[in-house]
Nanobody
């Protein structure tokens, strides 16, 4: 069992930055994938970014490449999402997710956080 708790969402203006945090507790194992998804009103949940623990490989959605950066603190079992140059279309609930083996996807994620709201005003 893995528990995920997100924090760091909020209301910002276009062009601003935010950093989301996700703290993981429980038995993660040594080879897992962890990352972020988001869901805007009336839309399906979509992949944002992920990393794999063993290879440290990172992946990003095309829509956030160059603006968002995912990072991990292994000692704290935490993952962060640094979001720069935010746009109104980034407005969504952001969810932290964990898969016991890579790759991370909506169907392969076994554990989810409750989500944190990010709102970007124009």
């Amino acid at each position: 069992q893995v528990q995920l708790v997100e924090s760091g969402g909020g209301l910002v203006q276009a062009g601003d930055s935010l950093r989301l945090s996700c703290a993981a507790s429980g038995r993660t194992g040594s080879s897992y994938a962890m990352g972020w998804f988001r869901q805007a009103p009336g839309k399906e949940r979509e992949f944002v970014a992920a990393f794999t623990s063993r290879s440290s490989e990172t992946n990003y959605a095309d829509s956030v490449t160059g603006r968002f950066t995912i990072a991990r603190d292994g000692a704290k079992n935490a993952v962060y999402l640094q979001m720069n140059s935010l746009k109104p279309e980034d407005t969504a609930i952001y969810y932290c997710a964990f898969a016991p083996a890579p790759p991370l996807s909506t169907t392969r994620a076994r554990y989810w956080g409750r989500g944190t709201q990010v709102t970007v005003s124009s």
